[in-house]
């Protein structure tokens, strides 16, 4: 079992940043890759940003590409999510999540251990 942590979540205005991170316990980190994924109030959670096990391939979601970046640190057993330039649009609970398997994708449905996420409000 892994657990998962993420914290770092706030109010923020428009055009500014944050800082989420996502802390693992349990079993070792470094074999899985990890996913961030956001669902704001009545839509479906949708992916966001995806790191392979070893930290060398990411993957982002159209909307959030070239403002978001996802990093992790194995020694830590952490990831990051470092959002910039933040939009209204934005504001959602995002979630960390970790798969057993060395890449990353942006099905939901193929992770297995989730936190219980960290809320995300920009202000306009």
């Known amino acids: 079992q892994v657990q998962l942590v993420e914290s770092g979540g706030g109010l923020v205005q428009a055009g500014g940043s944050l800082r989420l991170s996502c802390a693992a316990s349990?079993?070792?980190?470094?074999?899985?890759?990890i996913g961030w994924f956001r669902q704001a109030p009545a839509k479906e959670r949708e992916f966001v940003a995806t790191?392979?096990?070893?930290?060398?391939?990411?993957n982002y979601s159209d909307s959030v590409k070239g403002r978001l970046t996802i990093s992790r640190e194995n020694a830590k057993n952490t990831a990051y999510l470092q959002m910039n330039s933040l939009k209204p649009e934005d504001t959602a609970v995002y979630y960390c999540?970790?798969?057993?398997?060395?890449?990353?994708?942006?099905?939901?449905?193929?992770?297995?251990?989730w936190g219980q996420g960290t809320q995300v409000t920009v202000s306009s």
């Open positions: 349990g079993r070792t980190f470094t074999g899985q890759a």
């Open positions: 999540a970790a798969r057993d398997s060395a890449w990353g994708i942006v099905d939901v449905k193929e992770y297995d251990y």
């Open positions: 790191i392979s096990r070893g930290g060398r391939t990411t």
